[in-house]
């Protein structure tokens, strides 16, 4: 059982917007803004795509944007492409002996 | 070009032992705090342990406490893990990821993957 809460699918059709849920704890997503987001695509390495909550590395597309209320972090995938299709992670920085911790992933499906 | 190489997966029986490496490039590997973290088939990502820069820091997931441990050639660049008493749920993916010091708790860049099969 994962830390985090995700929902297992999203689905949305080309250039619509979907939202992905993170849901921890305050000793996790709410005690920290060490929040980020991984794309992986099948068979390949995971992808960072957001850091500290809403930060975007270099070269990730600005479709891609993130959030945080409470202990529920969000990321936003706006005009939705194909090349989106993947699953999801989202990762928190811990207050534990596990100091990070993941959700179970989220695919999602371009219809 | 920044890159993680990882090496030394394989097929092993219950019991037996592994150790995987990650051979670093492009970076300036002692800033980095470098982490291992595996994905069983079809599962998820699991954050398996970490190693500060200089080596002094080091944590594991409460699973693998005992039966693995972590460390860093500086001079090689290369961050290992040292696999003992294997089961058959540590079969998984084995990535290496780093970590900047101070930085973001984002893993930026991650090697691409080395499996390691536990079966009898």
């Known amino acids: 059982q994962s830390a985090l809460t995700q929902p297992a699918s999203v689905s949305g059709s080309p250039g619509q917007s979907i939202t992905i849920s993170c849901t921890g704890s305050?000793?996790?997503?709410?005690?920290?803004?060490?929040v980020s987001w991984y794309q992986q695509h099948p068979g390949k390495a995971p992808q960072l795509i957001i850091s500290e909550v809403s930060n975007r590395p270099s070269g990730v597309s600005d479709r891609f944007s993130g959030s945080k209320s409470g202990n529920t972090a969000s990321l936003t995938i706006s005009g939705l492409q194909a090349d989106d299709e993947a699953d999801y992670y989202c990762s928190s920085y811990a207050d534990s002996t596990t100091p990070y911790v993941f959700g179970a992933g989220t695919q999602v499906t371009v219809l | 070009e920044v890159q993680l190489v990882e090496s030394g997966g394989g097929l092993v029986q219950p019991g037996g032992s592994l150790r995987l490496s990650c051979a670093a490039s492009g970076f300036t590997f002692s800033t980095y705090w470098m982490h291992w973290v595996r994905q069983a088939p079809g599962k998820g990502l699991v954050w398996v342990s970490r190693i500060s820069g200089d080596g002094s820091n080091i944590a594991y997931v409460d699973s693998v406490k005992g039966r693995f441990t972590i460390s860093r050639d500086s001079a090689k660049n290369t961050l290992f893990l040292q696999m003992n008493s294997l089961r058959v749920d540590d079969t998984a993916v084995y990535y290496c990821?780093?970590?900047?010091?101070?930085?973001?708790?984002?893993?930026?860049?991650w090697g691409q993957g080395t499996t390691v099969t536990v079966s009898s």
């Open positions: 305050s000793s996790d997503v709410g005690g920290y803004n060490y």
């Open positions: 990821a780093r970590i900047k010091e101070g930085g973001s708790r984002a893993w930026d860049v």
